[in-house]
């Protein structure tokens, strides 16, 4: 882990507009120079916060993921929702946060391709998600379509918004589409 320098906030700053950057460029394209002009930052004081491009990837990748998670966790703990109505929210908050914007792709693929600098990063969040998910259906006493267990059906849904997020046109059709498969895994 590495030590926090600098202002939280203007840390949070650089990282969103290093997001942007990586997403935009790849993680092999990306410059610091590249990453300080967009978060009009000077290079000297990005490398103030950030010992190297390594560093930054990794903190912008774990600040995303530790926000989606923190949005998930929030729509599944949503008073007066019914279920399908958390699942859906949750899984719009973890895999829609981009549908419909330049961003979408190129989120995927730094996931997907910078698996060097992330070590289990992704997987770890992917598997805190599919928990969260899992005890949802789990908490609200749902009898499992078949024989699939709440794991299962949370890997099914997983699956299909991972699927349906690359072939829509806008987050609201996203969400329509969770809507229905959020509605099939549950049928009993």
């Known amino acids: 882990m590495t030590a926090t320098r600098g202002d939280a906030r203007r840390?949070?700053?650089?990282?969103a507009a290093a997001l942007t950057v990586f997403a935009t460029f790849g993680y092999r394209k990306t410059s610091m120079d590249a990453v300080a002009r967009a978060a009009d930052i000077s290079r000297p004081g990005l490398y103030f916060l950030f010992s190297g491009k390594e560093e930054l990837f990794r903190?912008?990748?774990?600040q995303e993921l530790d926000?989606?998670?923190?949005?998930?966790?929030?729509a599944l703990a949503a008073p007066g929702a019914d279920l399908e109505a958390r699942l859906v929210a949750a899984l719009d908050a973890n895999l829609g946060r981009y549908v419909g914007t330049h961003l979408n792709e190129g989120v995927d693929e730094l996931l997907?391709?910078?698996?060097?600098?992330?070590?289990?990063m992704?997987?770890?969040?992917?598997?805190?998600?599919?928990?969260?998910?899992a005890e949802a259906?789990?908490?609200?006493?749902?009898p499992a379509a078949g024989h699939a267990t709440p794991r299962q059906i949370a890997e099914v849904l997983q699956a299909a918004g991972?699927?349906?997020?690359?072939?829509?046109?806008?987050?609201a059709e996203f969400v329509r589409k969770l809507g229905v498969a959020v509605a099939v895994a549950l049928r009993t």
């Open 162 to 171: 991972e699927g349906w997020k690359h072939r829509v046109g806008d987050r």
């Open 122 to 133: 992704g997987d770890d969040h992917r598997n805190a998600f599919l928990d969260a998910l």
């Open 11 to 15: 840390r949070e700053q650089v990282l």
């Open 112 to 120: 997907e391709h910078g698996t060097a600098q992330l070590h289990d």
């Open 59 to 62: 903190e912008t990748v774990r």
């Open 67 to 74: 926000r989606a998670l923190a949005d998930v966790r929030a």
């Open 137 to 142: 259906i789990t908490d609200a006493g749902r």
